[in-house]
């Protein structure tokens, strides 16, 4: 076995080298994690901690599930990479038990969730104007206000958030921005050259924000009634976070296209899909979309596990279980720094109250007694811990969350 050569630095070094060589895109914890296992990851000086961000929901299986380690090592043996110049003996087989656990007719695989979301809207332009008629270059896409769909140009241009696209333009044009949660708003919006509304069904980076009730349903039938492809970003989501295997479930609905990723791995490796109901990507014709990764045999073998294991280890009922403890545990919190807790499933949000000092200070603070998490915007902490955690578990991040909130 050839091993990667072992060279361990101090904490401090780490930082320091990623300080001088790295682009400054983000500002971490400064906990530097070198293992994990389930809920929980160590960091290089041995510290465990209970990791309640779950890679942004990509680790909703735990870390290193076993059984999704060695589907990978397997196949890591026998073939990586092919190209889509060639067919590989693992892509039928994930489409077909996708399909089969999704209701879906067709899948398109790509890596990251971003570039799932792009393939959507390359599709649905395509589909306006050979299915729908769109006059050529028409094509508008209707967006909420406070989204979150990834880092790309065409993805920021149609952000409202101005740290996401502030410095980045010219933008795409053919998006057209309505409030979150407002479907007379969606219904307005629509015009003879609308192709789609696309859509989280709860918004994630927005700060865990649900909509009213009844809102997908009404979505639902405008786009029906408007003839538009309703797509929902459910890289997020989906795959078990809210107690549903996907968050559509919760109100009943089927969207057009429906986009997921993260989990889809669990983490072992970038692999995202556009699903869809419609045949609205039969649309896409050999040499118009596609990706050197997409669809290789090891994401694809990584994900028929992921999938398996999320579904045979019972992790999506646990999510809605241990998702009630959890925010029936942090509603009993009463200090008068909460503003809120709310969510669905494993995916929870505690806002504070704006005069509390924000939210960093005590993601900061949790880091200190064993738990990791990461404030969105200024004044909310987001728990979203991998579908896998117990009562015992929970408990004991409960405290940790009580012992914070008093000191603060
Ligand atoms: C980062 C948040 C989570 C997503 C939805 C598409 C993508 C994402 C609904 C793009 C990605 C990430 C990326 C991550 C922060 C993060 C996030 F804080 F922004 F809201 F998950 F909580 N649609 N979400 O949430 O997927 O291209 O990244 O694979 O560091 O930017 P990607």
Same mark, same amino acid.
């Given at each position: ?19 001088? @060589? ?46 999704? %380690?060695? &589907? ?20 039928? @087989? *994930? ?45 508008? #896409? #209707? ?24 410095? *980045? ?7 057209? /921005? ?29 700060? /865990? ?16 009634? &408007?003839? #538009? ?30 986009? #997921? ?39 694809? &073998?990584?994900?028929?596990?992921? @999938? ?32 809120? /807790?709310?969510?669905?499933? @494993? ?14 200070? %005590? ?46």
């Amino acid at each position: 076995m050839t091993e990667q050569s072992p060279r361990h630095l101090a904490r401090t070094d780490y930082l320091a080298i990623e300080q001088s @060589l790295g682009a400054h895109n983000y500002k971490p914890l400064d906990v530097v994690l070198s293992r994990g296992e389930g809920v929980w990851v160590w960091d290089t000086e041995g510290k465990r901690y209970l990791d309640c961000l779950s890679a942004y929901s990509a680790v909703n299986q735990g870390h290193c599930h076993p059984r999704i %380690l060695e &589907a990978m090592v397997a196949q890591a043996k026998k073939l990586t990479l092919t190209s889509r110049a060639f067919h590989n003996d693992q892509l039928a @087989l *994930f489409y077909e038990e996708l399909c089969a656990l999704t209701r879906s007719h067709k899948v398109l695989p790509m890596n990251s969730g971003a570039e799932a979301v792009e393939s959507a809207v390359k599709t649905v332009r395509k589909w306006g104007y050979e299915v729908k008629g769109v006059p050529a270059d028409q094509a508008e #896409i #209707i967006v909420c206000a406070d989204n979150f769909h990834g880092r790309t140009i065409a993805i920021v241009g149609f952000s409202t958030d101005p740290s996401s696209r502030k410095g *980045f333009g010219p933008f795409a044009p053919g998006f057209k /921005v309505i409030p979150f949660g407002d479907a007379d708003a969606l219904e307005k919006a629509i015009t003879p050259n609308t192709v789609a509304f696309l859509v989280e069904p709860i918004q994630g980076e927005a700060g /865990v924000i649900i909509p009213p009730k009844g809102y997908l349903k009404r979505v639902r039938e405008i786009c029906t009634r &408007a003839g #538009i492809v309703m797509i929902l970003d459910e890289i997020q989501t989906g795959l078990g976070r809210t107690g549903k295997l996907l968050a559509e479930e919760h109100e009943g609905v089927e969207a057009d296209l429906t986009l #997921i990723g993260k989990a889809l791995s669990g983490g072992f490796y970038p692999v995202s899909a556009v699903l869809s109901n419609t045949e609205v990507l039969g649309v896409l014709k050999p040499g118009e979309h596609g990706s050197t990764f997409g669809g290789n045999p090891l994401a694809c &073998a990584v994900s028929r596990m992921a @999938l398996k294991v999320l579904v045979e280890e019972g992790m999506i009922d646990n999510a809605a279980a241990m998702g009630q403890v959890f925010r029936d545990a942090l509603k009993a919190l009463t200090y008068p720094i909460i503003k809120e /807790v709310r969510g669905i499933g @494993l995916m929870i949000a505690l806002e504070l109250r704006p005069d509390a000092g924000g939210a960093r200070r %005590l993601c900061e603070a949790l880091k200190q007694r064993g738990l990791l998490c990461k404030e969105t915007h200024t004044h909310t902490i987001r728990f979203a811990p991998p579908l896998v955690i117990t009562r015992a578990e929970i408990d004991w991040a409960i405290e940790q969350i009580d012992g914070v909130l008093r000191a603060a």
